[in-house]
C-alpha cells in the first residue's frame, strides 16, 4: 500500500476522504545562489566568487521543483508542499519565496557560513532524507542541479539514502493510480518510466513554467509557519553510506545516517 496522507481520516461513504487517501505530501529543496542575471566574479586570491553584496535568489532549478508542486496541489494531488533549505540564516529568503508561490511551510536548517562553504550534496542529501521520514512525505521534488556548482548529485543521493525508486531530469510528470508516470529528457532524447511512490524527484528545466510570487502572495507568505532546526551531531562518514557490505545495515537503520535536530519556529 501506498504511504498517504490523513491516512487517519476514514473513508466510509465520504467522496472527499477518498480524494484525500490519494493526495501525497510534498518536501521540496530550495537552494539560495547567486541570482542568474549576475555577472560573477572571482575573489583575488581565486579561493572563490565574491558573494559579499551580491544579489542572491532561488536556484532556477528549484523554482521549476515547486511550479510542479504547486501545480499538484492544485489538481488536489498533494496535501501539503514543504519548502527546505539547508544554509545560512539568509536562507530563509528563498524559503519564503517557495512559500509565496504556493508551499504551505517552511524548515529551515541552520549552518554557519563556514560549514556552507563546506556542504556538499551527500550532507544535504542526508539532510533532506531525514526531514523527508520525519515529515512523512510521499514524493520529493528537487531541482535537478544547482546553477553555484551544477553537482547534479543531490536527487540521486537523497534516494539513495531513502531507497526510494527516482525519476531523474524530468520533462512531465504524471500522477497514476499505480504511482507516477514520467517522461525524463536523456542524451537521445525523451524517455518514459513508471514508479511507485514514495519516490525522489529532479526537475528539469521544461517541465514547467514557473510562476512570479505576486505581491498579496509574498504578503501572505510572511505568515506562513518556517520551523527553523540546528543540527547537534556531525553527519555520518560517507563510506558508511557506499561501503556495499554495509548497504543493508545503513538503509535498514536510518538513524546511523541522521543528524539530530533541535526545533524551534520563527
Known amino acids: ?33 547567486i541570482d542568474y542575471a549576475v555577472k560573477v566574479r572571482v575573489k583575488p586570491d581565486k579561493t572563490g ?48 519565496t517557495a512559500l509565496a508561490m504556493g508551499a504551505d511551510r517552511g524548515v529551515h536548517v541552520e549552518v554557519s557560513a563556514a ?22 512525505a510521499d514524493l520529493v ?3 535537478k542541479q544547482a546553477i553555484d556548482d551544477d553537482a547534479n548529485q543531490t536527487a540521486q ?10 525519476g531523474t531530469f524530468c520533462n512531465k510528470v504524471e500522477k497514476t493510480d499505480a504511482g507516477l508516470t514520467i517522461v525524463r529528457e536523456i ?11 514514495p519516490a525522489v524527484l529532479s526537475a528539469d528545466l521544461r517541465l514547467n513554467t514557473p510562476r512570479y510570487a505576486t505581491l498579496p502572495n509574498i504578503m501572505k ?7 527553523k532546526c540546528v543540527k547537534l551531531e556531525p553527519l555520518s562518514p560517507m563510506w558508511m553510506l557506499w561501503w556495499p557490505s554495509l548497504r543493508k545495515v545503513v538503509t535498514s537503520k536510518m538513524s546511523l545516517l541522521m543528524l539530530k535536530f533541535t526545533w524551534r519556529s520563527t
Not at 560549514?115 to 520525519?134: C, F, G, M, N, R
Not at 542524451?187 to 511512490?197: F, R, W, Y
Open 157 to 166: 543521493m537523497t534516494a539513495a539514502v531513502l531507497d526510494w525508486p527516482q
Open 115 to 136: 560549514e556552507y562553504d563546506l556542504l556538499q550534496p551527500v550532507h544535504v542529501s542526508k539532510i533532506l532524507a531525514k526531514l523527508a521520514l520525519d515529515e512523512k
Open 187 to 197: 542524451d537521445g532524447g525523451l524517455e518514459t518510466i513508471k514508479t511507485k511512490m
Open 49 to 96: 566568487v565574491v558573494t559579499q553584496g551580491v544579489k542572491h535568489s532561488m536556484n532556477p532549478f528549484d523554482e521549476i521543483a515547486v511550479e510542479e508542486a504547486v501545480k499538484l496541489k492544485e489538481k488536489k494531488l498533494a496535501s501539503e508542499i514543504i519548502a527546505v533549505s539547508v544554509g545560512p540564516t539568509q536562507s530563509q529568503e528563498v524559503i519564503r
Open 221 to 227: 507568505a510572511k505568515k506562513k509557519p518556517l520551523k
Open 1 to 33: 500500500m501506498l504511504p498517504m496522507a490523513y491516512q487517519s481520516v476514514p473513508t466510509a461513504g465520504n467522496k472527499i476522504c477518498d480524494i484525500q487517501k490519494k493526495m501525497a505530501r510534498v518536501l521540496v529543496g530550495v537552494k539560495r545562489v
Open 141 to 143: 521534488i528537487l531541482g
